[in-house]
């Protein structure tokens, strides 16, 4: 691929960015024009902004619950994954793999449902859900992206003399990281639009006006939710992609 | 000295190495040759620990191996694989100073040695040095490979096929560069190989192994005139004489006076292989080649003489 090519794909990628970020920082902090925007998108309501809690803290408690699950199911994702391809784990890795595909197929709203009798409301039950479900993402991720390191470059990084420690951090983690980042992206993705269900669980969050919109035929409450987290997720994404990977494929081929 | 004494690996029923006895002396080039499924490679991995030997000892320097901690001993010998290892996710220079980074050199230390060991090889670190693996031919990437192995000064090398995965005319040029790398460096090398041309070009001892066992060891002249059984004569075939040619230069001969006149005839110079020599006679279809040593005529050889060469005691 030529530099210019190069060059413009990278251009393409911040502009993106930018224009996603410029547009979530307007809809969020500038109710007055969010307002005429939500009026024209639906044209047949009076009240369009919903009233009970403004649009930044509404954005504020949905990040709260992305970030705390996300970052607990890295957390626990990469430990989960580290084990399963230690000396000691390795027994239990088609275990692991499978403990996550089962906890990926309960339904959020059926764990925050059962969650609810026993730790009550709020963001609690929520975040259990998220990173429930967000584990297996990682945990693949991890076993898959580090699995897949060349033999050759662990071959040589043993017999020159790494320990198992140093190997992990100097070769395998880094040589797994396209594959473990492209694990976290769709989690973040999936974080966000589930972790509006978390209305149900009164823990807040962009889910609150698409639930109030719902109930009282509101589509500009639904829209006021909606259109924000939709731009958040997109925003996510395009962050997680790094222009360096099509790149360093280009370079491969 | 590295002394392998009774070495053995089993895996279940089948025996990859039988009973290995080899004594390596410091500074020898040593190939271990072998159709493949001999055991070669399992062979060289004993060496550092990369496979566990059922039985048998490996001693180095008169210590027993097995005794030492693992990553000491790989880090004083260095490693070079057929698929180069190296690592994508680093600098060539990184790459090539990673052994020196897990001693615990200082930075400024290593990227100089690291610059060193190019320049070593043949690779000019400035146009090189910041480069990424993926951004290197075959052979550059092979080069890069035996700077990260003598980085940190190692007095054994180990290497695996290094040359296996090049096209012909790069492994060639690969091949003299290792000659002359061993020439200056004198490293104790073990190279596993299953090019017949490849050993005999820079071995000065073979051991030639065949399903695990041992055949015999020793140089590519005494494995031609003394083979040890019929597997060693059949491995090397017919062509033998004509592949060891490559090992003699002309300026090692004993040359003819320049009878009459000389004009007509091919001529070489004295660091040209009697091969060459050979192909020139044929090729021109003369009688004699006049050799060349510093510019000038220094003599003749003829087929006769290449003949006497070959036939020497060994």
Redesign the interface.
């Known amino acids: 691929m030529s530099v210019q090519r190069i060059w413009l794909k990278d251009a393409v990628h911040w502009t993106t960015i930018a224009a996603l970020a410029a547009f979530l920082l307007w809809m969020v902090f500038s109710p007055s024009g969010f307002e005429t925007l939500l009026r024209v998108l639906a044209p047949g309501e009076e009240v369009v902004l919903y009233p009970t809690v403004a649009l930044p803290e509404l954005m504020f408690q949905q990040l709260y619950l992305v970030v705390t699950a996300s970052a607990l199911a890295i957390l626990i994702g990469m430990s989960l994954g580290l084990l399963a391809l230690s000396r000691v784990g390795r027994p239990f890795r088609d275990v692991i793999m499978n403990l996550g595909n089962l906890a990926q197929t309960v339904p959020t709203a059926a764990v925050i449902a059962v969650a609810i009798p026993a730790i009550g409301y709020g963001a609690k039950p929520v975040i259990i859900a998220l990173v429930l479900y967000s584990i297996l993402p990682i945990v693949l991720n991890v076993i898959v992206g580090i699995e897949g390191v ?1 033999p ?2 662990l ?9 198992p420690r ?1 190997r992990l951090l ?2 395998e983690l ?2 797994a990281f396209p594959v473990i980042l492209g694990g976290v992206k769709n989690m973040l993705v999936i974080n966000v639009s589930a972790a509006t269900i978390g209305a149900i669980a009164a823990a807040g969050g962009l889910g609150q006006p698409i639930l109030a919109g719902f109930a009282t035929y509101n589509t500009a409450f639904i829209i006021e939710g909606a259109l924000p987290a939709a731009v958040l997720a997109l925003l996510l994404d395009r962050l997680l992609t790094l222009p360096g990977q099509t790149r ?1 494929a280009a ?2 081929v | 000295m590295i002394e392998i004494a009774g070495l053995t690996k089993r895996y279940d029923d089948f025996i990859a190495v039988d009973e290995l006895d080899l004594k390596i002396p410091d500074g020898q080039f040593t190939i271990i040759l072998g159709p493949s499924g001999s055991g070669k490679t399992t062979v060289l991995r004993m060496l ?1 620990r ?1 496979v566990t030997p059922t039985s048998g000892t490996v001693k180095i320097g008169g210590v027993d191996v097995s005794t030492e901690k ?6 004083r010998m ?2 070079v ?9 680093m600098s060539v220079l990184r790459n090539v100073g ?2 020196p980074r ?1 001693l615990g050199w200082e930075r400024k230390k290593t990227s100089v040695r690291a610059e060193e060991m190019l320049e070593l090889v043949g690779l000019d670190p400035t146009v090189y040095g910041a480069k990424m693996p ?2 290197l031919s075959g052979g550059e990437a092979q080069r890069v ?1 035996v700077a ?2 003598l980085a940190a000064d190692p007095p054994i090398l ?1 290497m695996d096929e290094p040359f296996g995965a090049v096209d012909p005319i790069t492994r060639e040029r690969l091949q003299i560069e290792m000659k002359r790398l061993h020439h200056q460096l004198k490293k104790t090398v073990v190279f596993v190989t299953h090019d017949i041309d490849e050993a005999v070009l820079l071995s000065d001892k073979i051991a030639l192994l065949k399903g695990g066992v041992l055949q015999q060891y020793a140089s590519p002249e005494v494995l031609w005139k003394q083979p040890a059984n019929q597997f060693v004569s059949d491995f090397f075939g017919s062509d033998f004489g004509l592949r060891i040619m490559i090992r003699h230069r002309l300026g090692q001969l004993d040359l003819l006076p320049i009878a009459g006149d000389s004009a007509g005839l091919p001529r070489l110079d004295a660091s040209a292989t009697l091969k060459e020599a050979l192909a020139e006679l044929v090729d021109k279809r003369a009688h004699a080649v006049v050799v060349i040593r510093d510019g000038a005529e220094a003599g003749t050889v003829t087929f006769e003489t290449l003949m006497c060469e070959l036939g020497r005691e060994v």
């Open positions: 060349q050759a470059a071959d040589a990084a043993t017999g020159i003399g790494m320990s140093q100097s070769v880094p040589l360093l370079e491969e | 550092n990369m693992v990553e000491d001993l790989r880090r260095g490693y694989i057929q698929n180069t290892g190296l690592f994508p996710n990673t052994v897990l993926s951004q490979g990260r192995a180990l």
